[in-house]
Structure formats: structure tokens, C-alpha cells
């Protein structure tokens, strides 16, 4: 069974600064997705970023990018120059290839921004 | 502004009520999703609609009921449920169960039974 762990139940950085959010999955599949999922006080999910485990390039979204090390199974968010919106729950996610259900999910990081 | 609009945003019941929850998307998305979330936890799939049919029950009980009257909207309805219900409920929709298309989550319903 695949298992998505992150390290870190919380992280703190200051506005403007760079972080990087951890998380390491457990699977014997070759290909799959990666997502990590944004969760702000506002209660809304909202998509981040997303890797295809095919791709070998890194995702990239404006000031969020991802290292994703295949071999390793990591898949970490780096947030550059971060900002007070995006203090938030964090949770990485990973999905079986054609299946859009099976979902699992990491335990969360909270990010706070230090003003 | 989300693109998934659940009511009501808040919802306090007691054990004997029923209730329903509403989830209601338009972005011609042929499967929803609704998740239970507890505080500080990732969310739980409950159910899963394709193609208006239910595809999926995570063995959820059945004081849990939903139902799905078309492709742009999703019912929760509620009875006779207990305090460990109380939780965050999310609904997402996406393209279709198989498509390589994310979730797009509503705002969700913080209910708590008393």
C-alpha cells in the first residue's frame, strides 16, 4: 500500500524568505501523481502544484517549485519569497495513475509566516 | 472565489435532527467527491459520484446518505448522527474519476452535533 509521510507538523519563516516543505512517499508503482494541496483558514483545498512521475522535469507555479527526487520517492515544495497569504495547511498527496479517487494523503505541515 | 459552492457554511444539530448538506459545482465536471475532515488531519473520502451514479462508499455509516440529483450538485443528508461526527465536511468535483484532472475543493460545512 502507498503511504505519503511529512516530516514536518509545522514551519515558520520570515516574510520574503525562502522554505521548504518536506515529504516522502512509499510506493512500488512506476507512475502516479504527486500534489501538494494548500488548506488556509478559509477551510478551501486548493491545488498548489502537481508532478507526473513521468516527467523528470520539476513543476513549477510562480513562487512555489518542487524537488522531485523519483529514486529517493521525495517530493518537496519550496516556497520563494513567501508571503502572509500563504500561511496555511499543507498537505502532499499522491495518486495512482488513471484513478482520480485514490487519493492518499500526508499527515500536513502548517506553514506561519513571520511577519 | 471558489468554483465548488457548499452550504451552509456552518451547521449545529442535534443527535435526533436531519439535515442536508449542499454541494453545487458548473464546471461541467462528471465526479464529486465528498471528504470528512477532522481538525488538523487530511481529509477522508466518503463517497465518490461518477457520472451521477455512486461509485464509491468507504464504508461510511449509513446515518450518512447522499445523493446525487444531477451532474452539478451533491446532497449530504444527515440523521440521527453522533458528536464524533462533528468535523469539517468538504466537497470537490473533478473532470471524471479517470482523467489525469485535479479536485477542486468547495469552502466546506463546519457542523457539530451536540
Known amino acids: 500500500a502507498q503511504t505519503v509521510t511529512q516530516s514536518q507538523p509545522e514551519m515558520s519563516v520570515q516574510e520574503a524568505e525562502t522554505v521548504t516543505l518536506s515529504c516522502t512517499y512509499d510506493t512500488s508503482e512506476s507512475d502516479y501523481y504527486l500534489f501538494w494541496y494548500k488548506q488556509p483558514p478559509s477551510r478551501q483545498m486548493i491545488l498548489v502544484i502537481r508532478?507526473?512521475?513521468?516527467k523528470q522535469q520539476n513543476a513549477t507555479e510562480n513562487r512555489f517549485s518542487v524537488n522531485f527526487q523519483k529514486a529517493a520517492k521525495s517530493f518537496s515544495l519550496k516556497i520563494s519569497d513567501s508571503q502572509l497569504g500563504d500561511a496555511a495547511m499543507y498537505f502532499c498527496?499522491?495518486?495512482?495513475?488513471?484513478?482520480?479517487?485514490?487519493?492518499?494523503w500526508g499527515a500536513g505541515t502548517k506553514l506561519i509566516i513571520k511577519p | 472565489d471558489t468554483e465548488v459552492t457548499q452550504t451552509p457554511k456552518h451547521l449545529v444539530m442535534g443527535m435526533t435532527n436531519k439535515k442536508s448538506l449542499k454541494c453545487e459545482q458548473h464546471m461541467g465536471h462528471r465526479a464529486m467527491y465528498w471528504y470528512k475532515q477532522k481538525a488538523k488531519k487530511p481529509p477522508e473520502l466518503m463517497f465518490v459520484?461518477?457520472?451521477?451514479?455512486?461509485?464509491i462508499n468507504e464504508s461510511v455509516p449509513s446515518r450518512f446518505s447522499p445523493e446525487c440529483p444531477n451532474s452539478s450538485l451533491l446532497n449530504l443528508h444527515l440523521h440521527a448522527l453522533q458528536p464524533e461526527d462533528s468535523a469539517l465536511y468538504l466537497c470537490?468535483?473533478?473532470?471524471?474519476?479517470?482523467?489525469?484532472?485535479?479536485?477542486?475543493f468547495g469552502n466546506g460545512t463546519r457542523l457539530t452535533v451536540t
Open positions: 459520484y461518477s457520472y451521477e451514479k455512486l461509485s
Open positions: 498527496a499522491y495518486r495512482r495513475w488513471g484513478s482520480n479517487y485514490q487519493l492518499i
Open positions: 470537490a468535483s473533478s473532470r471524471g474519476t479517470e482523467h489525469n484532472s485535479p479536485l477542486h
Open positions: 508532478q507526473e512521475a513521468y
